[in-house]
Protein backbone atom coordinates (compact mmCIF):
# COMPACT_ATOMS: atom_id res chain seq x y z
CA UNK A 1 0.00 0.00 0.00
CA UNK A 2 2.81 2.42 0.84
CA UNK A 3 4.48 1.50 -2.74
CA UNK A 4 1.22 3.34 -4.54
CA UNK A 5 0.67 5.98 -1.82
CA UNK A 6 4.33 7.90 -1.59
CA UNK A 7 4.41 8.37 -5.82
CA UNK A 8 0.24 9.52 -5.39
CA UNK A 9 1.14 12.16 -3.17
CA UNK A 10 4.42 13.07 -4.86
CA UNK A 11 2.48 13.91 -7.78
CA UNK A 12 0.16 15.70 -6.15
CA UNK A 13 2.82 18.03 -4.98
CA UNK A 14 4.48 18.26 -8.27
CA UNK A 15 1.11 19.23 -10.52
CA UNK A 16 0.30 21.67 -6.99
CA UNK A 17 3.32 23.69 -7.72
CA UNK A 18 3.15 23.19 -11.49
CA UNK A 19 -0.44 24.03 -12.24
CA UNK A 20 -1.09 25.89 -9.10
CA UNK A 21 2.04 27.86 -8.70
CA UNK A 22 4.36 28.29 -11.71
CA UNK A 23 1.78 27.86 -14.48
CA UNK A 24 -0.07 30.84 -13.05
CA UNK A 25 3.16 33.02 -12.41
CA UNK A 26 4.23 32.31 -15.46
CA UNK A 27 0.75 33.63 -17.37
CA UNK A 28 0.51 36.89 -15.04
CA UNK A 29 4.44 37.42 -16.03
CA UNK A 30 3.65 36.91 -19.82
CA UNK A 31 0.44 39.10 -19.17
CA UNK A 32 1.86 42.12 -17.73
CA UNK A 33 5.59 41.99 -19.71
CA UNK A 34 3.53 42.28 -23.26
CA UNK A 35 -0.46 43.07 -22.48
CA UNK A 36 -0.12 44.97 -19.32
CA UNK A 37 -3.24 47.17 -20.38
CA UNK A 38 -5.42 44.26 -20.80
CA UNK A 39 -4.70 42.54 -18.00
CA UNK A 40 -5.29 45.15 -15.74
CA UNK A 41 -8.80 45.80 -16.71
CA UNK A 42 -8.60 48.67 -20.05
CA UNK A 43 -8.27 50.97 -17.48
CA UNK A 44 -9.39 54.77 -18.77
CA UNK A 45 -8.01 57.26 -16.94
CA UNK A 46 -9.02 61.16 -17.09
CA UNK A 47 -6.67 63.66 -17.19
CA UNK A 48 -6.19 63.88 -13.00
CA UNK A 49 -5.05 60.32 -12.90
CA UNK A 50 -7.95 59.32 -11.48
CA UNK A 51 -9.62 55.66 -12.96
CA UNK A 52 -12.81 56.59 -14.61
CA UNK A 53 -14.32 53.18 -16.32
CA UNK A 54 -13.31 50.51 -18.51
CA UNK A 55 -13.31 50.55 -22.15
CA UNK A 56 -14.85 47.11 -21.96
CA UNK A 57 -17.67 47.83 -19.61
CA UNK A 58 -20.18 50.46 -20.64
CA UNK A 59 -22.00 52.89 -18.26
CA UNK A 60 -25.14 54.79 -18.26
CA UNK A 61 -25.48 58.58 -19.26
CA UNK A 62 -28.58 60.17 -19.00
CA UNK A 63 -27.84 63.79 -19.24
CA UNK A 64 -28.71 65.50 -22.82
CA UNK A 65 -24.65 67.14 -22.82
CA UNK A 66 -23.67 62.95 -22.86
CA UNK A 67 -24.01 60.58 -26.13
CA UNK A 68 -26.17 57.45 -24.64
CA UNK A 69 -24.70 54.01 -24.64
CA UNK A 70 -26.50 50.59 -24.90
CA UNK A 71 -29.25 49.40 -22.40
CA UNK A 72 -27.78 47.35 -19.84
CA UNK A 73 -29.38 44.13 -19.42
CA UNK A 74 -27.59 43.88 -15.63
CA UNK A 75 -29.61 44.33 -12.59
CA UNK A 76 -30.10 45.28 -10.12
CA UNK A 77 -27.63 48.26 -11.40
CA UNK A 78 -26.81 49.03 -14.90
CA UNK A 79 -23.53 48.36 -16.10
CA UNK A 80 -22.73 45.88 -13.38
CA UNK A 81 -20.15 43.27 -14.42
CA UNK A 82 -20.25 40.92 -11.83
CA UNK A 83 -23.75 40.48 -12.67
CA UNK A 84 -22.97 40.58 -16.75
CA UNK A 85 -25.42 38.39 -18.92
CA UNK A 86 -28.34 39.09 -21.41
CA UNK A 87 -31.84 39.43 -20.97
CA UNK A 88 -32.68 36.27 -22.40
CA UNK A 89 -36.15 37.17 -23.31
CA UNK A 90 -36.83 36.04 -27.38
CA UNK A 91 -38.17 38.93 -29.92
CA UNK A 92 -41.63 37.90 -29.56
CA UNK A 93 -41.62 38.34 -25.52
CA UNK A 94 -44.22 40.74 -23.91
CA UNK A 95 -41.68 42.40 -21.24
CA UNK A 96 -38.75 42.45 -24.57
CA UNK A 97 -41.62 44.62 -26.65
CA UNK A 98 -42.86 46.77 -23.50
CA UNK A 99 -39.10 47.54 -22.62
CA UNK A 100 -37.95 48.06 -26.04
CA UNK A 101 -41.01 50.71 -26.58
CA UNK A 102 -40.16 52.52 -23.50
CA UNK A 103 -36.44 52.91 -24.93
CA UNK A 104 -38.23 54.68 -28.09
CA UNK A 105 -40.43 56.45 -26.18
CA UNK A 106 -37.65 58.27 -23.96
CA UNK A 107 -35.37 58.60 -26.85
CA UNK A 108 -38.24 60.04 -29.00
CA UNK A 109 -38.73 62.39 -26.23
CA UNK A 110 -35.21 63.61 -25.54
CA UNK A 111 -34.94 63.71 -29.63
CA UNK A 112 -38.05 65.61 -30.16
CA UNK A 113 -36.86 67.15 -33.45
CA UNK A 114 -35.19 64.11 -34.58
CA UNK A 115 -37.70 62.12 -37.33
CA UNK A 116 -35.63 59.25 -38.20
CA UNK A 117 -35.87 55.78 -36.89
CA UNK A 118 -34.17 55.16 -33.88
CA UNK A 119 -31.04 52.61 -33.87
CA UNK A 120 -31.70 49.49 -32.86
CA UNK A 121 -28.38 49.20 -31.05
CA UNK A 122 -29.92 52.34 -28.59
CA UNK A 123 -32.77 50.32 -27.21
CA UNK A 124 -31.56 46.87 -27.12
CA UNK A 125 -28.85 45.08 -24.85
CA UNK A 126 -26.11 43.58 -25.71
CA UNK A 127 -25.47 39.75 -25.20
CA UNK A 128 -23.68 40.45 -22.10
CA UNK A 129 -25.58 43.49 -20.78
CA UNK A 130 -21.72 45.43 -20.39
CA UNK A 131 -21.30 46.77 -24.04
CA UNK A 132 -19.43 49.67 -23.85
CA UNK A 133 -19.83 50.60 -27.99
CA UNK A 134 -22.20 52.11 -29.89
CA UNK A 135 -22.71 51.86 -33.99
CA UNK A 136 -22.38 55.20 -35.72
CA UNK A 137 -25.93 55.72 -36.77
CA UNK A 138 -26.93 55.76 -32.68
CA UNK A 139 -24.36 58.44 -32.40
CA UNK A 140 -26.14 60.19 -35.48
CA UNK A 141 -28.76 59.99 -33.85
CA UNK A 142 -27.66 62.28 -30.97
CA UNK A 143 -25.71 64.54 -32.90
CA UNK A 144 -28.32 67.37 -32.56
CA UNK A 145 -29.21 67.31 -28.82
CA UNK A 146 -25.58 66.99 -27.59
CA UNK A 147 -24.60 69.90 -30.14
CA UNK A 148 -27.34 71.91 -28.50
CA UNK A 149 -26.60 70.82 -24.75
CA UNK A 150 -23.46 71.95 -25.45
CA UNK A 151 -24.16 74.65 -27.81
CA UNK A 152 -21.78 73.51 -29.55
CA UNK A 153 -21.49 73.33 -33.97
CA UNK A 154 -22.35 69.60 -34.94
CA UNK A 155 -19.43 70.26 -37.37
CA UNK A 156 -17.00 70.23 -34.23
CA UNK A 157 -18.95 67.22 -33.03
CA UNK A 158 -18.63 65.29 -36.15
CA UNK A 159 -14.76 65.71 -36.03
CA UNK A 160 -14.79 64.67 -32.46
CA UNK A 161 -17.25 61.64 -33.19
CA UNK A 162 -14.45 60.84 -36.37
CA UNK A 163 -11.36 61.14 -34.27
CA UNK A 164 -12.89 58.62 -31.55
CA UNK A 165 -14.36 56.02 -33.98
CA UNK A 166 -12.83 52.59 -34.35
CA UNK A 167 -12.32 50.90 -37.03
CA UNK A 168 -13.56 47.04 -37.86
CA UNK A 169 -11.79 44.53 -36.36
CA UNK A 170 -8.45 43.52 -38.27
CA UNK A 171 -10.14 45.40 -40.70
CA UNK A 172 -12.51 42.64 -41.53
CA UNK A 173 -14.86 41.68 -38.74
CA UNK A 174 -17.72 44.24 -36.51
CA UNK A 175 -18.64 47.64 -37.76
CA UNK A 176 -16.94 50.91 -37.09
CA UNK A 177 -17.87 51.88 -33.62
CA UNK A 178 -17.69 54.20 -30.99
CA UNK A 179 -16.86 54.10 -27.17
CA UNK A 180 -19.44 55.98 -25.33
CA UNK A 181 -17.54 56.80 -22.34
CA UNK A 182 -14.13 57.75 -24.31
CA UNK A 183 -16.01 59.88 -26.40
CA UNK A 184 -17.93 61.73 -23.86
CA UNK A 185 -15.21 62.23 -21.56
CA UNK A 186 -12.88 63.96 -25.09
CA UNK A 187 -16.51 65.78 -25.15
CA UNK A 188 -15.82 67.39 -21.01
CA UNK A 189 -12.38 68.25 -22.87
CA UNK A 190 -13.48 69.76 -25.34
CA UNK A 191 -15.81 72.17 -24.32
CA UNK A 192 -14.22 73.51 -21.28
Not at 50 to 55: E, F, L, N
Not at 128 to 139: C, F, T
Not at 154 to 161: A, G, P, T
Not at 168 to 182: S, T
Request: proline residues 5%; charged residues 15%; without cysteine.
Amino acid sequence: MLNYFKPAVLLLLLLTLLTGIIYPLVVTAFAQLFYADKANGSLIVDIKGQAVGSTLIGQSFTQAKYFWGRASATSPYPYNASASSGSNLGPTNPDLITTVNTRVKTLQVAESSNKIAVPVDLVTASGSGLDPHISLAAVDYQIKRVAKARNMDENKLHELVNAHTETRQWFVFGEPRINVLQLNLALDQATR
